[in-house]
């Protein structure tokens, strides 16, 4: 969801600079008959919009990503301590992102795994830190997927489905003719989808 707004929001400021571009185009081919109070109006409403936390964070972000892809373009080619400095920066901003819910854990991966590899000069110790940064996000996911079975396990509408389940399945594995010249999977997978909305409407 948070990601949705972010793409949103940068779409908005977008459609925003680039109403400010043509604006001012407009405004330098207009005819003198055109009221510049109006205008004004407009571009002083354009310039608010883009004095927004909303805009600025999409700026910030815009930035951040720009930086990181400078970053690991020109890291080999860095000294080490700037190399070093930059990619603590990096990090940070990893960091931020990630807490606010602003990267998927793919794209953290992708990032933390990028940042080793510009950071850590012995390929050996890249492979350790690369493979402890894999198990300790599969850790995170295996407790984020317990603790949704957990979850739904206290659902009522879920434990009442999974016993609809159970005679479907059995109901369907019984059956000698398949309706609809489905393939028996196929069939089940239907019923089974349909069992699922009914239960979770």
Do not use: C
């Amino acid at each position: 969801m948070q990601r949705t707004r972010v793409l949103l929001a940068g779409l908005a400021v977008a459609a925003l600079a680039a109403a400010v571009v043509v604006g001012r185009s407009r405004e330098s081919h207009a005819s003198a008959a055109t009221p510049a109070p109006a205008t004004t109006a407009g571009n002083e409403r354009q310039a608010a919009l883009l004095r927004t936390p909303q805009a600025q964070a999409l700026r910030d972000r815009q930035a951040f990503q720009s930086e990181a892809k400078r970053y690991f373009r020109d890291a080999a080619a860095l000294d080490a301590a700037e190399r070093a400095r930059r990619g603590r920066d990096i990090e940070q901003g990893i960091d931020d992102y990630e807490r606010a819910g602003e990267l998927s854990a793919g794209e953290t991966v992708l990032l933390r795994t990028a940042l080793i590899q510009a950071t850590v000069p012995d390929q050996a110790e890249q492979m350790r830190q690369v493979e402890a940064l894999a198990q300790r996000y599969r850790a995170h996911a295996d407790a984020r997927n317990a603790q949704w079975i957990a979850q739904q396990r206290n659902d009522p509408r879920f434990r009442s489905y999974k016993e609809r389940e159970a005679r479907i399945v059995a109901e369907v594995m019984a059956m000698r003719d398949i309706p609809g010249g489905l393939s028996r999977d196929e069939y089940l997978r239907q019923r089974l989808q349909m069992e699922r909305e009914l239960a979770y409407r």
